[in-house]
């Protein structure tokens, strides 16, 4: 009896490597959504209820709620210089200081660095960046920290001292000029 057992033990075990060499093992693969845009919870002030078709207009609903991209060169601030801030459009948060701004001869708005940003640190900007492989290759993302408006990307061949460069849609921003305290100072007086 034990050579009976010892000689089916041993065909079985033949025929399962015979068979694992001809048809792989099935290996159960559990795998996690780890971004989409989709099922993500903001983590802002807006939710599902704000009508973003109503607030926006459509070239803005599609770049800032649709992660779309205007052409290059095609924008309001490509060359625009004036001094003061860059908000988003979406919730008037600001976003980047005209003083960060440089040309980087792309088509879009550049900028060094975020308002807000500390050296490395971000944690005071209103910006946050996410992984993202949308243009064919992989890159990151920049949103808005307040109402999760896509912003463009940042690419990392800027100018010193930050070498990022934060390729931004006009679309995405509204600009508001530096108001001059000297005049009003001068006013009083």
């Not at 008037?92 to 001869?105: C, R, Y």
């Amino acid at each position: 009896m034990s050579r009976l057992l010892a000689r089916f033990f041993g065909v079985t075990s033949q025929h399962a490597a015979a068979r694992t060499a001809v048809l792989p093992r099935r290996i159960r693969v559990v795998t996690r959504v780890v971004s989409t845009s989709h099922g993500l919870q903001s983590l802002t002030r807006y939710n599902e209820t704000t009508d973003w078709q109503k607030k926006l207009s459509p070239e803005e609903y599609v770049v800032t709620r649709e992660k779309g991209t205007e052409l290059p060169f095609s924008g309001i601030y490509v060359n625009h210089y004036e001094e003061g801030m860059y908000h988003c459009v979406c919730c008037d948060a600001p976003l980047f200081s005209s003083e960060a701004k440089f040309d980087a001869g792309t088509g879009w708005p550049a900028f060094k660095e975020a308002h807000g940003t500390w050296g490395r640190d971000e944690s005071h900007a209103s910006i946050f960046r996410r992984p993202d492989n949308s243009l064919g290759s992989p890159g990151t993302e920049v949103l808005c920290k307040n109402c999760d408006a896509h912003l463009g990307h940042v690419f990392d061949d800027g100018p010193d001292p930050t070498g990022e460069r934060f390729c931004i849609n006009s679309v995405a921003l509204k600009f508001k000029p530096r108001e001059n305290n000297n005049l009003e100072n001068n006013g009083q007086n």
